[in-house]
């Protein structure tokens, strides 16, 4: 049985069921946790979920449909976190997320307990990006999102997406390097990428349980 497509969720959700809200609540909690996984800690993560949904209901109406959900859903996750930093940053100025990484913004960035030596490097080395590559590469790796639908969740031209997804893997390969205690674990990690995606969809879903 093929599932309730996004749009007929979402239109079902303002006419009043709240059971289609549910449903989209269901299918999207673990891509909002796998967003925030890698970039900030797992209570800070909780609160950032919740509030990601909670922007969610609250823009509901604003929510014209022109788009994907999900893009808009993210454009929200996106904004919450960069929201958050930006609190932490406090009184120090602007925040360049072109330029801050999460492995700037925090002491000591995680260590996730996660199997596999090069899985555990990727993490690393895409805490050392800056945040907005970092997220644009997630997006697109992690959530098979097209440069046009992450274009749209960060309110970006779709040249400039393009564009980010093309420097944001050039400047992971050599974060991997900066990284890496040993030049052939760049060339494994990069070349077994969708086997850590797989691993990553399994250690979020695993923290949801």
């Known amino acids: 049985m093929e599932p309730v497509p996004d749009r007929e969720l979402v ?6 069921d709240r059971a289609a809200g549910h449903a989209l609540f269901d299918r ?3 891509p909002v946790a796998r967003f925030f996984f890698n970039k900030v800690d797992a209570d800070v993560a909780r609160d950032l979920i919740q509030r990601t949904f909670l922007g969610c209901i609250e823009g509901l109406a604003a929510f014209r449909g022109d788009g994907e959900f999900r893009s ?46 090069e ?16 997220v644009v590469l997630e997006l697109h790796y992690w959530e098979s999102m097209t440069t046009d639908e992450i274009a749209a ?12 997804v ?3 893997r050039q400047l992971l390969e050599e974060s991997l390097a900066a990284v890496a205690h040993a030049p052939n674990l760049v060339e494994s990690t990069l070349a077994g990428l969708e086997q850590w995606i797989a691993a990553v969809r399994a250690h979020v879903r695993g923290a949801r349980g």
């Not at 239109?11 to 009043?16: P, T």
């Not at 454009?75 to 930006?86: K, V």
């Open 28 to 30: 999207y909690y673990e």
């Open 153 to 164: 969740a960060l309110e970006l031209p779709p040249g400039t997406a393009r564009s980010r």
């Open 119 to 134: 899985l555990r490097l990727l993490l690393a080395a895409l805490q050392r990006l800056p945040l907005d590559y970092q």
């Open 11 to 16: 239109e079902a959700w303002r006419a009043g």
């Open 72 to 117: 808009w859903l993210f454009g929200i996750a996106y904004r919450q976190l960069c929201r958050h930093y930006r609190g932490r940053a406090g009184e120090r100025g602007v925040v360049d997320f072109e330029q801050l990484s999460v492995a700037d913004c925090r002491p000591s960035p995680s260590q996730h307990a996660a199997s596999g030596q």
């Open 166 to 168: 093309r420097r944001g």
